[in-house]
Nanobody
């Protein structure tokens, strides 16, 4: 079964850092764009960052200069390094990936289950 699994969430003080990982597993023929979203209670899911298969990143304005997205294609893993965390960063963080799961050109967006990130004193 093709899956995405996040890890690395937890509770951290304001100004602290956290590194999230998301690994794809299963029979995968290729991974196009990967990204991170977050969703806080009562709010809509919002884009945090995306990264192309070639490593070109884009960020939401709210996290620019603080977060860094990266990927290791050989490990089928995307990372999110989060620095200078703020209380408003508190959310469930979900990764996604546009993946080819057959030899064809067709690709499908997959989502992880989410990992909780809480920023609090």
């Amino acid at each position: 079964q093709v899956q995405l699994a996040e890890s690395g969430g937890g509770l951290v003080q304001p100004g602290g850092s956290l590194r999230l990982s998301c690994a794809a597993s299963g029979i995968i023929f290729g991974i196009n764009d990967m990204g991170w979203y977050r969703q806080a209670p009562g709010k809509q899911r919002e884009l945090v960052a995306t990264i192309t298969s070639g490593g070109n990143p884009k960020y939401a304005d709210s996290v620019k200069g603080r977060f860094t997205i990266s990927r290791e294609n050989a490990k089928k893993t995307v990372y999110l390094q989060m620095n200078n965390l703020k209380p408003e960063d508190t959310a469930v963080y979900l990764c996604n990936a546009d993946m080819r799961v057959t030899p064809s050109r067709r690709s499908t967006i997959y989502w992880g289950q989410g990992t909780q990130v809480t920023i609090s004193s």
